[in-house]
């Protein structure tokens, strides 16, 4: 069974650029998170998007933003990069809310962004 | 809020000796509780869980207790292994906000 995947795997933008991440759930889940792992400042939760519709957001700008796909897969699109964007992004998935297990999160390997 | 709390890294430890990393959490409610490795260059693997109090999740050798009372999830094994080398997360969910709130990570080292 395949298991989370993102791409790119790695991507390079100036400031004031716009990037698009994209994730592919493990198949039957339905919930898709996004974190950030910044250089010193740890993981921190992003997004959060269960049967399309966005369920949470962290302590971010509302220039990070996303969405879900009928099937599941996931987009974050960060407008006006800045250079503290840098980082690695993940995307995780779980099974539905309220379902068995729909608080285990199942990461994939990560997009690097850096913003020169 | 919620917040975790690990012990400071790096640790270094020669090969099959004991392993303990420290981990205590502070929540609203009741938390599952999660430890998490990354390989380098990886993304984040599950390594084990526990959802309520005295549970104990274990996968790898690697075992840790929910401790209610001292509000500690704190991650061990027996004999470490050079492969085992990796950055170990704890992490905590609770509610239905369902975001993991993560500790700030502790950097293994094993060698031979």
């Known amino acids: 069974e395949a298991g989370v995947t993102q791409s790119p795997t790695h991507l390079i933008k100036t400031r004031g650029q716009q990037v698009t991440l994209r994730c592919s759930p493990i198949s039957g889940h339905t919930s898709v998170y996004w974190y950030q792992q910044a250089l010193g400042l740890g993981l921190q939760f992003l997004l959060w998007y269960d049967e399309g519709e966005e369920r949470n957001r962290g302590n971010f700008p509302p220039r990070f933003s996303g969405r879900q796909f009928p099937n599941y897969s996931s987009e974050l699109n960060v407008n006006a990069l800045e250079l503290e964007d840098s980082a690695l992004y993940l995307c995780?998935?779980?099974?539905?809310?309220?379902?068995?297990?729909?608080?285990?999160?199942?990461f994939g390997p990560g997009t690097r962004l850096t913003v020169l | 809020g919620n917040s975790v709390t690990q012990m400071e890294g790096p640790v270094t430890l020669s090969e099959e000796a004991f392993l303990t990393i420290n981990c205590t959490y502070t929540a609203t409610g009741y938390p599952s509780l999660f430890w998490y490795v990354q390989y380098p260059g990886e993304g984040l693997q599950l390594l084990l869980k526990?959802?309520?109090?005295?549970d104990k999740g274990s996968n790898k050798g690697f075992e840790a207790t929910y401790r209610k009372e001292t509000t500690s999830f704190h991650l061990e094994k027996g004999s470490v292994q050079v492969s085992d080398s990796a950055v170990y997360f704890c992490a905590l969910i609770t509610g239905g906000g369902n975001k993991l709130t993560f500790g700030t990570g502790t950097q293994l080292k094993v060698e031979l």
């Open positions: 526990a959802t309520k109090a005295d």
């Open positions: 995780a998935s779980s099974s539905r809310l309220g379902s068995p297990g729909y608080n285990e999160q199942f």
